[in-house]
T-cell receptor, first 118, second 112 residues
Framework: DAGVIQSPRHEVTEMGQEVTLRCKPI?????LFWYRQTMMRGLELLIY????????DSGMPEDRFSAKMPNASFSTLKIQPSEPRDSAVYFC????????????????FGEGSRLTVL | GESVGLHLPTLSVQEGDNSIINCAYS??????FIWYKQESGKGPQFIID?????DKRQGQRVTVLLNKTVKHLSLQIAATQPGDSAVYFC???????????FGKGTLLTVNP
């Protein structure tokens, strides 16, 4: 089975440009997460969805960031306008169950989208 | 708030040796704990987890130990192999809260 698929794998853009990152979760997974990874802050949860509905976006840095999940097989994370401090690796992860139940920690991560904002 | 830290940011071992990676957490309400492995250029991959009602759990070549008294957990890798070279993260959660808190990671390097 295919895992979580993210695109693009690498993105280099200039400050002020719009960036759209895409994610296809594993089929049948009801939970989808967007994480950001930097050397300074490690892995940070930005937002998560349950059954396509955003549940908590308190980790989203600011209004420049937005995320959508129009259907069960697709999600986007958009940054507009982008800034150099947004440079990071953005991971999408999905899970078949709510954390704390069963193998609660098993998030299935994609390979990430490395964003560089010049 | 929760904070999760690691005692050693880097660990270098010889192939065949056992590796121990440590992690401290601060929230005494934390009740599930996970270890992830991240290879270069890839996303984190689940290794093993443990709930707070246990103090030890074993997997294939890996063992996680949990000491709730001192809020510490460790990952032991037996007979470390070059393929084990990666960054290892501990992550901590509370109840059904999806908000796992990840540690900064330990880079494990296995020398052949």
């Amino acid at each position: 089975d295919a895992g979580v698929i993210q695109s693009p794998r690498h993105e280099v853009t200039e400050m002020g440009q719009e960036v759209t990152l895409r994610c296809k979760p594993i089929s049948g997974h009801d939970y989808l997460f967007w994480y950001r990874q930097t050397m300074m802050r490690g892995l940070e949860l930005l937002i998560y969805f349950n059954n396509n509905v955003p549940i908590d976006d308190s980790g989203m840095p600011e209004d420049r960031f937005s995320a959508k999940m129009p259907n069960a097989s697709f999600s986007t994370l958009k940054i507009q306008p982008s800034e150099p401090r947004d440079s990071a690796v953005y991971f999408c992860a999905s899970s078949p169950r709510r954390p704390g139940i069963g193998r609660s920690g098993e998030l299935f991560f994609g390979e990430g989208s490395r964003l560089t904002v010049l | 708030g929760e904070s999760v830290g690691l005692h050693l940011p880097t660990l270098s071992v010889q192939e065949g040796d056992n590796s121990i990676i440590n992690c401290a957490y601060s929230n005494s309400a934390s009740d599930y704990f996970i270890w992830y492995k991240q290879e270069s250029g890839k996303g984190p991959q689940f290794i093993i987890d443990i709930r707070s009602n246990m103090d030890k759990r074993q997997g294939q070549r890996v063992t996680v130990l949990l000491n709730k008294t001192v809020k510490h957990l460790s990952l032991q890798i037996a007979a470390t192999q070059p393929g084990d070279s990666a960054v290892y993260f501990c992550a901590v959660g509370v109840g059904s809260n999806y908000k796992l808190t990840f540690g900064k990671g330990t880079l494990l390097t296995v020398n052949p």
